[in-house]
Structure formats: structure tokens, C-alpha cells
């Protein structure tokens, strides 16, 4: 894989690190995009944030529409969250078995690059160095923004830019309800490889890997922070969260949760042809 050469006056930079484990899936939402606008204007360090949801949750991409990705009777039906997220890209099932971060630095700070495509070949690169560690090959494929081992997704991924920060979000299958998954999406094999038709046929997971075998997800947590670390060039210091972050988390979620926020994009389309008729 190529990675972007990084400055060596860059390289003994400090990060924040935060593991909040499991949190509400609106709240994590609201979380790394407060996070990202304290990031951006300077306010907290550069951030290197770990969640898992602690109830089963779709993040959608801002620009997708509902009605198109998901079956919204069976989560409703079924309690899983639908939570519109601030950055583009596909929509993904998501439940406590993944480790989902967000990678937030500074634009222009000469950390993550500024090109896309770029942006996350480089700090993917902690997937797949974490990977290695743990005894694996991966690589990253660039169609679909995911790193797959054995031919088969174990991370996906998204990115975007708020307030002069940049993010990289993305999860780590530790294992997965591939059933679940192909209830809970309409294009369950949409982001996945040409030709598969069941989710479980396209994606793949550390348990997989381990053929079964129990992992300690403390220990992955820590192979895969080394793994950023290492392709970041940055060392990381255990953080907190400031008042200030918390206090527009909580603001934020309000907005996450509202239904006029998941179907805005649904509502704008419903009112684009009705104003055709």
C-alpha cells in the first residue's frame, strides 16, 4: 500500500486518545462530529476517538435517503437505531461486536493528507498494520474505502470535513449478526464485492480469522490504537472530554434524534416532486 511520507518534524506530535466503549449510537454521532468542531477550531487536541454502540444502530451517509437503504418497519419494529451521520459515504449495520473509531486531525497540519483517496489510504493503514500485528494480512481497497482480508470486508469506512478538521471513521469486525444485517438493509451487498449476495459471502471477521477462537477485545483495542499510532506517526496520551465538548454532544444528539434530521434528505425528495406534479 502507499503511504504518504510524513514530515519528520510531525512525527513525535502528541494525540488524544478516548475510549468511551459502549454509548447510545445518536450520542456517538453527535460525539465525533463535537469533537471534530473543537479539533478544527483548535480547542482540544487532535483526536483518536474508540466507541461500540451499545444497542444495534444503521449510521447512514448524509446524503442517502432512508427509504432507499432501510427496511424501516423491521427496525422500528426491532429497536435499532437509524442515526444520519454528518460524513458521506454508505450506510452500515453496526452492533456492539465492532470496534468503530473516528480519526480527527487538523486539515493542512501535514497528518492526514489532503486528497481523499489519499486521506484514507494513509490512516487505514492502522487497520491493516493492526492486522499484521494480530497475525493477518489486509489491504486496502480503494473502490469501496474498506479493507479487506481474505477477499472479504472487515472494515468500512467514511470521511469528511467540518470546521478545518478531517475524519476518518470507520469499524473493525471482532464478529457480526450477518443475518441481522441482510434484514436491516435493502442492499445489503451493495458496498461489497461484484456478485455477492449475502452480506455473510462479502465480509469477514477477526473471529473468522482466529477460526473460531475467543479474542480479547482490551488487547485488539490496543493493537489497533498501536496501528494508528504507527501510520500517523504520532505518539497518544490517554484524554478526556472537555465540559465544552460534552456540552454540544448533548446539543447535537437533540438534532440526531429528531426524525425531521434521518429523513431530511427523504423530505426534500418527497417536496422536489411534488412541486413537479
Same mark, same amino acid.
Given at each position: 500500500? %502507499? ?20 454509548? #447510545? ?23 483518536? !476517538? ?12 448524509? @446524503? ?5 437503504? =432501510? ?10 437505531? &437509524? ?16 470496534? !468503530? ?20 489510504? @494513509?490512516?487505514?493503514?492502522? &487497520?491493516?498494520?493492526? *492486522? ?21 470486508? =472487515?472494515?468500512?469506512?467514511? $470521511? ?6 478531517? !475524519? ?6 471482532? #464478529?457480526?449478526?450477518? #443475518? ?5 438493509? /435493502? ?9 455477492? $449476495? %449475502? ?10 480469522? *482466529? ?9 485488539? /483495542?490496543?493493537? *489497533? /490504537?498501536?496501528?494508528?499510532? =504507527? ?5 497518544? /496520551?490517554?484524554? &478526556? ?9 448533548? @446539543? !447535537?444528539?437533540?438534532? %440526531? ?8 434528505? #427523504? ?11
Amino acid at each position: 500500500m %502507499h503511504r504518504p511520507s510524513i514530515p519528520a518534524e510531525v512525527k513525535q506530535m502528541t494525540w488524544r486518545f478516548i475510549d468511551t466503549d459502549k454509548i #447510545d449510537g445518536y450520542y456517538s454521532a453527535a460525539l465525533f462530529e463535537s469533537t471534530a468542531r473543537h479539533v478544527g477550531a483548535g480547542e482540544v487536541d487532535e483526536t483518536i !476517538l474508540f466507541w461500540r454502540v451499545k444497542s444495534p444502530a444503521v449510521y447512514l451517509g448524509y @446524503h442517502q435517503y432512508v427509504e432507499d437503504e =432501510i427496511c424501516e418497519d423491521y427496525c422500528t419494529e426491532n429497536g435499532i437505531q &437509524v442515526i444520519r451521520r454528518v460524513l458521506g459515504g454508505g450506510c452500515g449495520f453496526c452492533d456492539e461486536n465492532q470496534i !468503530l473509531f473516528s480519526i480527527i486531525g487538523c486539515e493542512g497540519s501535514g497528518i492526514i493528507p489532503s486528497s481523499i483517496e489519499d486521506a484514507y489510504s @494513509h490512516v487505514l493503514g492502522g &487497520v491493516t498494520t493492526a *492486522l499484521e500485528s494480530l497475525g493477518f494480512e489486509s489491504e486496502f481497497e480503494p473502490t469501496r474505502s474498506s479493507i479487506n482480508s481474505r477477499g472479504r470486508k =472487515i472494515s468500512g469506512n467514511a $470521511q469528511g470535513r467540518i470546521n478545518g478538521a478531517v !475524519l476518518v471513521n470507520g469499524s473493525l469486525l471482532l #464478529d457480526f449478526d450477518f #443475518d441481522e444485517m441482510d434484514r436491516v438493509l /435493502k442492499n445489503p451487498t451493495k458496498n461489497l464485492t461484484s456478485g455477492v $449476495q %449475502h452480506a455473510r459471502d462479502g465480509m469477514i471477521t477477526l473471529k473468522d480469522l *482466529l477460526n473460531g477462537e475467543n479474542y480479547y477485545i482490551d488487547h485488539v /483495542k490496543k493493537i *489497533l /490504537k498501536s496501528g494508528f499510532e =504507527i501510520v500517523l506517526g504520532v505518539e497518544t /496520551k490517554n484524554g &478526556v472530554l472537555t465540559k465544552s465538548e460534552i456540552e454540544l454532544s448533548n @446539543h !447535537l444528539v437533540e438534532r %440526531h434524534r429528531r426524525s425531521e434530521w434521518i429523513y431530511r434528505m #427523504d423530505n426534500k425528495r418527497r417536496k422536489r416532486l411534488e412541486s413537479k406534479k
